[in-house]
């Protein structure tokens, strides 16, 4: 059984930090690819940034490339999401998923293809 737990949302100003954590179980994130996704309100889930299982290439969506960095802990089996420079545009419910073999772009942009999910962290950047 697969189970993905998203924490380290929170409020925080234009221009704040924040660090996302994906806890995973039943699946190994150091051979396993995870990716991130938000879903705004009245919007559709879009990719955030996703780290490639075995190799750990990473990817990202153009609008966080150079303010979000995508990591993992081996040891702790955790996928996080370090978010800097954060803007009201990134407000949105995060959400992590995994699937066990990589699919290239623009594949891996499309929730669908993902199979596994959390149930999502609230990120609000606001004044």
């Known amino acids: 059984q697969v189970q993905l737990v998203e924490s380290g949302g929170g409020l925080v100003q234009p221009g704040g930090s924040l660090r996302l954590s994906c806890a995973a179980s039943?699946?190994?994130?150091?051979?396993?690819?995870v990716a991130w996704f938000r879903q705004a309100p009245g919007k559709e889930r879009e990719f955030v940034a996703a780290?490639?299982?075995?190799?750990?290439?990473?990817y990202y969506a153009n609008s966080v490339k150079g303010r979000f960095t995508i990591s993992r802990d081996y040891a702790k089996n955790v996928v996080s999401l370090q978010m800097n420079s954060l803007e009201p545009d990134d407000t949105a419910l995060y959400y992590c998923?995994?699937?066990?073999?990589?699919?290239?772009?623009?594949?891996?942009?499309?929730?669908?293809?993902?199979?596994?999910w959390g149930q999502g962290t609230q990120v609000t950047v606001s004044s």
């Open positions: 998923t995994v699937r066990q073999n990589w699919i290239v772009q623009p594949y891996y942009e499309d929730p669908n293809n993902w199979n596994y």
């Open positions: 780290i490639r299982g075995n190799s750990g290439m990473t």
């Open positions: 039943g699946r190994n994130v150091g051979s396993n690819s």
